[in-house]
């Protein structure tokens, strides 16, 4: 679990692809008094394993279904990317509930400054901006922002100047792909509700388990 405070950019030294996905090589000295073999790590909010830690950098393999599903395909040696490492129990809880699974990627429709901040309007499908409200929470490629604006297929954000300097956010382009993770509390109040109103309906049947993904 993380708090989308992101720690710092790593940078992309090498990627190797095989057919089991891509096995990514970062450079992040700053990571390196507290990162083990094992150790969960979000990389753009993308929830991974560091399968080695040597020499200021970190290993982690990305199987093909999150190379589908997330912007780090993508990725080319150079690229900077945001990574946190998994919240500590006894330090203060920042940010929001971020899980490290993406629910899919946007698009940056536009950018501009107000003020010292710097607002970007991301494109995504309606069934990721259904779990969007206005001043509710969203993290953008792992950083927990707040939105400004919920629409039905984008949202908007504020970027503060603090945010702007410890991350890429104050360079994104328009045009660029970020992965987007929607709320976890609005994932689970729509499900505890559909079982409600269904609930209310009549109970549950084998259609009822069909439609919520429990039959085939
Ligand atoms: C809740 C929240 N909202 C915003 C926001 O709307 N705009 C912004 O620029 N920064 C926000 N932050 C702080 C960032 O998550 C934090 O600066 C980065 O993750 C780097 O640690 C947070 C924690």
Partial sequence: MFTGLVEGTARLAS??????????TFEAPFLMDDLHI???IAVNGVCLTAESVSHGAFTA?????????????????GERVHVERAMRADARFGGH????????????ADVYPEGEARVL???????LARYMVDK???????????????ER??????????????????????????????????????????YRSHEASGGIDAAFLARHGFLR
Avoid: W
């Avoid at 990627?15 to 990514?24: D, K, P, Y």
């Avoid at 509930?97 to 940056?108: K, N, Q, R, S």
């Avoid at 509710?136 to 919920?150: E, K, P």
């Avoid at 970027?159 to 956010?169: A, E, F, K, N, Y």
């Fill in 153 to 194: 297929d984008r949202f908007s954000v504020s970027i503060i100047p603090h945010t702007q300097s410890v991350t890429r956010l104050g360079e994104i382009r328009r045009g660029e792909t970020v992965n987007i993770e929607c709320d976890v509390i609005a994932k689970y109040v729509e499900r505890l509700v559909s």
């Fill in 121 to 127: 309007v991301i494109q995504v499908d309606p069934s």
């Fill in 38 to 40: 094992g150790d969960s």
């Fill in 61 to 77: 393999t990305a199987i093909p279904e999150t190379l589908r599903r997330t912007n780090l395909g993508g990725l080319q040696p």
């Fill in 136 to 150: 509710g929470s969203v993290a953008v490629d792992g950083v927990s922002l707040t939105i400004m604006r919920a």
């Fill in 15 to 24: 990627v190797s692809r095989h057919a089991g996905g891509a096995t990514f």
């Fill in 97 to 108: 509930i971020v899980t490290g699974h993406i629910d899919g990627v946007g698009h940056v």
